[in-house]
């Protein structure tokens, strides 16, 4: 499959998908306006070379596509609509999920306990309490999988899963043992992500140059 994302080596492990498959794609959006003054982090869109950059991914891509799903913040909408476009779809449908933008419980540390941003994914990487409130890396990780299943399956064809950088790090970090810095060093990039394909029961998953096969996860 040629995904042409940002990142080298996603395009690297496109390149290694099974072409008789369901795959899906679970992705960052492309590249936004830098952050609000107000803080104000779901009103930030793409910028004009974000939404090039997520109509390129879907121009170049050589895979039937199937669904597409989106988180409702506005900025991974239009990642989503720009790929879809991007293959041929005028009026492309985007299922907006909240679980895609929002994980239950996440804010509790970031928010009451002030821990940073990068600070809580560091915690949440290595298991430290003191910086997630307690919340572990299986159970952030896991609605998002759950989630990702829960996309209907399009027979030999991609489907297509926006989401926020937040997500895509915790989902590596475990089932990749990812890690990042106490000051984000190591963060991903837009338009980065990870494929998975199978069943919630029995699945492979590859991510930066590395292919997994989970089973029972």
């Known amino acids: 499959m040629i995904f042409n994302s940002i ?14 498959r369901n795959v899906k794609v679970y992705m960052r959006h492309s590249i936004r306006f830098d952050n609000p003054p107000d803080g104000d982090y779901s009103k930030l869109l793409l910028t004009p070379e974000g939404i090039e950059i997520a109509n390129r991914i879907g121009r170049d891509l050589d895979f ?27 009026k ?11 994980l239950e419980g ?3 540390a970031q928010n009451d306990l002030g821990i940073g941003w990068y ?18 890396l299986k159970e952030a990780a896991t609605p998002i999988i759950d989630k990702v299943f829960e996309v209907p399956e399009t027979d030999k064809a991609l489907d297509v899963i926006c989401s926020h950088d937040s ?3 915790t989902l590596a970090s475990a089932l990749f043992d990812f890690k990042t810095g106490i000051n984000g060093e190591g963060w991903i ?21 590395e292919e997994k096969r989970f089973v029972n996860w």
């Open 7 to 20: 990142c080298a080596a996603m395009r690297e492990d496109a390149l290694k998908l099974p072409a008789d």
């Open 64 to 90: 039937p596509v199937g669904y597409f799903y989106s988180s409702p913040v506005e900025r991974c909408v239009q990642t989503a609509t720009e790929i879809a476009k991007g293959t041929g779809i005028e």
């Open 92 to 102: 492309p449908v985007i299922e907006k999920v909240r679980e895609f933008a929002h």
């Open 106 to 108: 996440l804010g509790h």
């Open 119 to 136: 600070e809580f994914y560091y915690g949440l990487q290595r298991n430290i309490p003191e910086l997630t409130g307690g919340i572990t």
């Open 167 to 169: 997500h895509v790090v």
């Open 189 to 209: 990039t837009f338009t980065e992500g990870m494929f998975i394909y199978g069943t919630r029961d029995d699945f492979t998953a590859l991510w930066r140059g």
